[in-house]
């Protein structure tokens, strides 16, 4: 068997050791004489996984009582619209900060329900900085105000949150989920897309502050409204249960390792030797601004889009996969989450170093 490396945004690489696990139980989970893929949620057995996945987060994201923790489904994407049926009932005014292509989406979504303003924006420069925020142009009054934590196509991340007062920071942690400690409580909510770092597709989890459930305009889909599902333990209807069973095998995997604490060790190792060597590279750069370089996802330019093309062609055929950058930016793109191993990064610095020598 010859795996390779994977260095997709998502869906992207699981641990080995949690894949090996899931083969090992696939055809009888626990004594149970089945898979988790064929048994009731509503089973003893399901029961402890899913609550176990939810005690485990608890504890390794040390998420404080008062919030809660729900598995959800429809992607991250679904939530740009849950989060104002949910949240924008008040002043009906929200504000946004467009770091990239997603925190736009969820911008021109919550536009359908209310008065959302954009308070900064680096479109102008092409998403390649997080834009400078002025706290005079925050809504005092706004029901929340909407960050993307990590933005997966640009590979910038904010690396100091802004400072909201009273008003609720929500935040699209997709791509930065579980990568490293997190403060919740200064959070009103975070969610995520399960598929980059924390599951297989189909599962999207939210952390959101017990206060501010129970808000949502009257129109709101039942299935959409966060009380439905916080008051249901996220079984009001059926779960994605494979994927929160290969959540709860990554928390554990996760805890084994030394939590997040070490998790984010090694997720900076990583990405400092991938920038390093970027750095100091006379064919590729890093067009980031880099104060704000994200730890998950590195993008990086050649000389030009033909030779682009020829690295990243000559990258799969040696086992680098998925390096092509998003179709709206060009380039490449290392996406080096949690499970991709740090001789993975390595050996892909090799790869470009041989690669600039041949073809310089
Ligand atoms: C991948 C991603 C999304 C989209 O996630 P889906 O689950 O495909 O809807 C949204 N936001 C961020 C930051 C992402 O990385």
Request: net charge negative.
């Given at each position: 068997?010859?795996?390779?490396?994977?260095?997709?945004?998502?869906?992207?690489?699981?641990?080995?050791?949690?894949?090996?696990?899931a083969?090992?139980?696939?055809?009888?989970?626990?004594?149970?004489?089945?898979?988790?893929?064929?048994?009731?949620?509503?089973?003893?057995?399901?029961?402890?996984?899913?609550?176990?996945?939810?005690?485990?987060?608890c504890?390794?994201?040390?998420?404080?009582?008062?919030?809660?923790?729900?598995?959800?489904q429809?992607?991250?994407?679904?939530?740009?619209?849950?989060?104002?049926?949910?949240?924008?009932?008040?002043?009906?005014?929200?504000?946004?900060?467009?770091?990239?292509?997603?925190?736009?989406?969820?911008?021109?979504?919550?536009?359908?329900?209310?008065?959302?303003?954009?308070?900064a924006?680096?479109?102008?420069?092409?998403?390649?900085?997080?834009?400078?925020?002025?706290?005079?142009?925050?809504?005092?009054?706004?029901?929340?105000?909407?960050?993307?934590?990590?933005?997966?196509?640009?590979?910038?991340?904010?690396?100091?949150?802004?400072?909201?007062?009273?008003?609720?920071?929500?935040?699209?942690?997709?791509?930065?989920?579980?990568?490293?400690?997190?403060?919740?409580?200064?959070f009103?909510?975070?969610?995520?897309?399960?598929?980059k770092?924390?599951?297989?597709?189909?599962?999207?989890?939210?952390?959101?502050?017990?206060?501010?459930l129970g808000?949502?305009?009257?129109?709101?889909?039942?299935?959409?409204?966060y009380?439905?599902?916080?008051e249901?333990?996220?079984?009001?209807?059926?779960?994605?249960?494979?994927?929160?069973?290969?959540?709860?095998?990554?928390?554990?995997?996760?805890?084994?390792?030394?939590?997040?604490?070490?998790?984010?060790?090694?997720?900076?190792?990583?990405?400092?030797?991938?920038?390093?060597?970027?750095?100091?590279?006379?064919?590729?750069?890093?067009?980031?601004l880099?104060?704000?370089?994200?730890?998950?996802?590195?993008?990086?330019?050649?000389?030009?889009?033909?030779?682009?093309?020829?690295?990243?062609?000559e990258?799969?055929?040696?086992?680098?996969?998925?390096?092509?950058?998003?179709?709206?930016?060009?380039?490449?793109?290392?996406?080096?989450?949690?499970?991709?191993?740090?001789?993975?990064?390595?050996?892909?610095?090799?790869?470009?170093?041989?690669?600039?020598?041949?073809?310089?």
């Amino acid at each position: 068997m010859s795996r390779v490396y994977n260095f997709s945004a998502g869906p992207s690489m699981l641990p080995e050791s949690v894949l090996n696990r899931a083969a090992e139980e696939m055809l009888d989970y626990k004594g149970s004489g089945q898979s988790v893929m064929e048994m009731s949620h509503r089973s003893k057995v399901y029961e402890d996984i899913i609550f176990g996945a939810r005690e485990l987060f608890c504890e390794l994201m040390e998420i404080p009582d008062n919030y809660r923790v729900l598995f959800l489904q429809g992607g991250a994407s679904t939530q740009f619209a849950a989060v104002p049926l949910n949240f924008m009932n008040g002043s009906k005014k929200a504000d946004y900060v467009l770091s990239g292509q997603f925190s736009t989406k969820a911008y021109q979504e919550a536009k359908m329900y209310g008065d959302v303003r954009v308070v900064a924006s680096s479109k102008e420069d092409n998403f390649s900085r997080i834009p400078d925020l002025n706290k005079e142009n925050f809504t005092p009054d706004a029901d929340y105000f909407y960050i993307c934590h990590n933005n997966t196509i640009y590979g910038t991340r904010f690396s100091e949150l802004p400072d909201t007062g009273d008003v609720p920071l929500i935040a699209d942690i997709s791509s930065s989920f579980l990568s490293e400690p997190m403060d919740v409580s200064k959070f009103g909510m975070v969610y995520g897309g399960a598929q980059k770092n924390v599951a297989p597709a189909g599962l999207t989890v939210a952390i959101i502050r017990e206060d501010l459930l129970g808000n949502a305009r009257e129109d709101t889909p039942t299935m959409l409204n966060y009380k439905t599902m916080a008051e249901n333990d996220s079984m009001y209807n059926t779960p994605p249960c494979w994927s929160i069973y290969m959540c709860k095998l990554v928390l554990e995997w996760l805890k084994t390792i030394g939590g997040l604490p070490a998790m984010r060790e090694r997720n900076v190792r990583k990405a400092k030797l991938l920038y390093d060597y970027l750095d100091q590279s006379a064919m590729f750069k890093n067009p980031v601004l880099p104060r704000d370089r994200s730890v998950m996802n590195v993008t990086f330019v050649s000389s030009g889009e033909e030779l682009d093309k020829k690295f990243v062609k000559e990258a799969e055929a040696a086992g680098f996969v998925n390096l092509k950058g998003h179709r709206s930016v060009g380039g490449m793109r290392a996406s080096i989450y949690n499970a991709m191993p740090a001789e993975g990064v390595a050996a892909l610095v090799e790869f470009m170093a041989d690669f600039e020598k041949k073809h310089s």
